[in-house]
T-cell receptor, first 113, second 109 residues
Framework: DTAVSQTPKYLVTQMGNDKSIKCEQN?????MYWYKQDSKKFLKIMFS???????INETVPNRFSPKSPDKAHLNLHINSLELGDSAVYFC????????????FGPGTRLTVL | SQQGEEDPQALSIQEGENATMNCSYK?????LQWYRQNSGRGLVHLIL?????REKHSGRLRVTLDTSKKSSSLLITASRAADTASYFC?????????FGKGTRLSVIA
């Protein structure tokens, strides 16, 4: 069984569109994250949720809005997509915040044309 | 939040050789974790070493931690082509993990 799953795996869209990426974890973890990995492979944290509450919001444009309907899900909605949003987005989860092992999803490759 | 800096940025070795990657960080930590990322995949946790440990082994992996120098190393012995991946260190305190740019390891058969 997949521990952390993301859909879709690939997303190709035009500039200006709005899109969502979904993430689900079946590990019973209480903390979930979104990361962005750019073309240079630098992995940067975007958001962190603990028990459905936002605990980290790094310097991310407000076009990005995470939503956590329950502890097992953390979705990412992006408005007015820009070329610079093209990247691979990874969801992850852990039990507790801070220094615990994180489990990553397979990633969603977003291409904005 | 802490961030590790991996060195070298890229490493190419022959199958069977050992690979050593280093990580430096700046703040105090509770533990330090190493992750591997295969091309096109998410990160996979390899090993965690606590701040009061100096060395830890897991299969062909050996991790050392020197808190006085704020550095860690990951040694992969008898490397295989399947070890080709990027390796990231994540020094951990009370805040979520922050990843650096990683070391890209290429193991040539």
């Amino acid at each position: 069984d997949t521990a952390v799953s993301q859909t879709p795996k690939y997303l190709v869209t035009q500039m200006g569109n709005d899109k969502s990426i979904k993430c689900e974890q079946n590990l019973g973890h209480d903390t979930m994250y979104w990361y962005k990995q750019d073309s240079k492979k630098f992995l940067k944290i975007m958001f962190s949720y603990n028990n459905k509450e936002l605990i980290i919001n790094e310097t991310v444009p407000n076009r990005f809005s995470p939503k956590s309907p329950d502890k097992a899900h953390l979705n990412l909605h992006i408005n007015s997509l820009e070329l610079g949003d093209s990247a691979v987005y990874f969801c992850a989860s852990s039990q507790g915040q801070g220094a615990n092992e994180q489990f990553f999803g397979p990633g969603t490759r977003l291409t904005v044309l | 939040s802490q961030q590790g800096e991996e060195d070298p940025q890229a490493l190419s070795i022959q199958e069977g050789e050992n690979a050593t990657m280093n990580c430096s960080y700046k703040t105090s930590i509770n533990n330090l974790q190493w992750y591997r990322q295969n091309s096109g995949r998410g990160l996979v946790h390899l090993i965690l070493i606590r701040s009061n440990e100096r060395e830890k082994h897991s299969g062909r992996l050996r991790v050392t931690l020197d808190t006085s120098k704020k550095s860690s190393s990951l040694l992969i012995t008898a490397s295989r082509a399947a070890d080709t991946a990027s390796y990231f260190c994540a020094p951990s305190g009370n805040t979520p993990l922050v990843f650096g740019k990683g070391t890209r390891l290429s193991v040539i058969a």
